[in-house]
C-alpha cells in the first residue's frame, strides 16, 4: 500500500509503496504544483531516486 511522505532534496509531498495507490491514496489530495517534481518517477518518487534512475545507478 502506498503512502504520502515528505521528500528530503526539495520539502514537497511524495509517496512511497508499491505505486498502485499515488492517485487514489498517497497523493490524492496533493495538487500537482506542490508534489515533488519526481513523484512519477517510480522507485519511492524522490528527487535522490529518481536521479539515480536517470543516471542508471
Do not use: F, N, Y
Not at 500500500?1 to 526539495?10: I, K, P, S
Not at 495538487?31 to 536517470?54: H, I
Amino acid at each position: 500500500m502506498c503512502r504520502q511522505l515528505v521528500c528530503e532534496e526539495c520539502h514537497k509531498k511524495t509517496w512511497t509503496g508499491c505505486g498502485q495507490h499515488i492517485e487514489t491514496r498517497a497523493l490524492k489530495d496533493v495538487p500537482v504544483e506542490e508534489r515533488c517534481p519526481a513523484w512519477e518517477k517510480g522507485g519511492s518518487g524522490t528527487c535522490k531516486d529518481a536521479t539515480k534512475a536517470v543516471l542508471g545507478q
